[in-house]
């Protein structure tokens, strides 16, 4: 999701590292990632038929030192395509938890999703006809 030539109808591309920074979750194990998260702030899908993910906003800054596994980061210099504010459905991006009344994007903590995503891989299951090493 960095600076695509063209984006889907509805959406536009957004430089992280200003309001928000981005991550981005491979997503099968974002889904399970979810399950850890009280209040995951805004989500977004993108359902992109290579490696379907869901991407977590995190405040601005906070990206810096993330390097997880089956996961990116997006911060300062890296851009992500946004959805339409009410947009809920594939082509493209969409949202699966929105911004909230004016469309504000809601962060979760950077530590918290940390802490979401290393249980989840530590509980060691491994994507359906995946290796370990395989993203």
Do not use: C
């Amino acid at each position: 999701m960095t600076t695509p030539n063209t984006t889907a109808p509805g959406s536009r591309i957004a430089a992280a590292g200003g309001e928000w920074d981005a991550i981005r979750i491979n997503r099968f194990y974002a889904f399970r990632t979810l399950a850890h998260l009280g209040a995951p702030g805004s989500v977004v899908i993108d359902p992109g038929p290579a490696d379907p993910a869901l991407i977590f906003f995190v405040p601005p800054g906070t990206t810096t030192s993330w390097n997880i596994p089956r996961s990116t980061a997006f911060g300062e210099a890296t851009h992500v395509e946004i959805p339409a504010g009410d947009k809920d459905r594939p082509p493209g991006p969409y949202w699966l938890i929105k911004p909230v009344a004016g469309w504000q994007i809601q962060h979760i903590p950077v530590e918290q999703l940390r802490a979401a995503l290393q249980a989840v891989l530590a509980a060691g299951e491994e994507r359906p006809g995946r290796g370990h090493g395989d993203g």
